[in-house]
């Protein structure tokens, strides 16, 4: 493997200053952004199963959880040997198997959030056009929308902030996706709010769906896919060590990040609880599995528009938050490996970027589903990034 030229070198280094600057405001941020993302689609759903007692309680063990384990993971990063990708820290501290193992999950579970971001996207946007049509029609009108046509526009978005971002523009990307993840959580929130001061009801009870409507292996698997999706919903552990590279002094990295989850984790989980409740309390055991597709959110229009248009900024925001990192360090392995002159390397970032999107995009287009996707990935998340709690023992020394 051939190190860079000095050319190179320099090159790195100012965009590794560029990044460097991270302070406890920008990590927060860059949590905010990773942490709330499609998984609140269908939190609601999610509580629907678990009931007004287990579900807060479980999303607080979630956020309990992702603190701790975050602290550890910050622990295992070191300041000094300029490694800062989530499978840099598994190599370093654990080796061996464990290494590809991890690796593939992390691809696979990257791969994943990819698709299920272009899926939510164009529900968004197929959403805005349905918002559109019943208010032209009255909400009796089928307004049959087609959300190919969306997700292959998503797609084409993604390409091209595929080839033009890079890993240094997070910061940036981050912020952005911050304040339209609040924007689009509090019209949400307040509508839910509204709707339910108009009935004057509060659905819901505190066990969750009754076995009387369901069987109990469909109200036992309803549990575990509810886990699923909230253990989703703070998947972030794969982006960990890149937010950990950007903090300013590395000298207090662990005291940057806790400070952060303390801001960054609390905020998260106060959006999904009150997401989660509102449209459990709106729906009650008919909640959607997709809070956005079929909540009735219509009306006002403009509003629920913009809370559509809001969320889509996110979600692209974040497609490029989860995969600049998968990016960057493919190519780096490929350029390294093959030697590859500039030129070479352009077309390779060409090819490679653009055959990820065009993927993801189409197994976005053959899969209709979107909880199980959400269930399946927060499962693989959860348990893969919580293995790194395992580190811990390399600490004492």
Known sequence: MSLPNNRESDNNASQNGSQHGGTVWTTSIHIITSVIGVGVLSLAWATAQLGWIASPIIMLLFAFVTFYTSQILAACFSPDDNKDKYIDVVDANLGGFKVKLCGLVESVTIFGAAVSYTIASSIRLANIERSI?????????????????????????????????????????????????????????FLGIAKIKATGKIRGSLAGISTSTVTSTQKLWGWFQALGVMAFAYEYFLVFPEILGTIRYKESVLKTMKKACLVSIPVATLVY?????????????????????????????????????????????????????????????????????????????????????????????????????????????????????????????
């Open 133 to 189: 049509c019943f208010h032209k029609h009255g909400v009796e009108h089928p307004c049959p929308i087609k959300r190919n046509r969306y997700m292959i526009a998503v797609g084409i978005i993604e390409i091209l902030l595929s080839q033009i971002l890079q890993s240094y523009h997070v910061e940036w990307i981050s912020i952005v996706a911050a304040v339209m993840s609040l924007c689009y959580s509090s019209i949400e929130v």
């Open 273 to 397: 609880v009150l997401s989660g409740c509102i449209g459990f309390a709106v729906s009650g055991s008919t909640v959607p599995r997709n809070l956005l597709t079929e909540f009735g959110f219509y009306e006002p229009y403009w509003l629920a528009s913009i809370a559509d248009g809001t969320l889509v900024i996110h979600l692209i925001g974040a497609f490029q938050v989860y995969c600049q990192p998968l990016f960057t360090f493919f190519e780096d392995k490929v350029k390294y490996a093959f030697r590859l002159s500039p030129s070479k390397c352009f077309f390779f970032k060409l090819v490679w970027r653009t055959v990820f999107v065009i993927a993801s995009t189409v197994i976005s287009l053959l899969l209709p589903f979107f909880i199980d996707i959400i269930g399946l990935l927060g499962a693989l998340n959860f348990g893969s990034s919580r293995s790194i709690s395992r580190l811990r023992c390399t600490l004492i020394r």
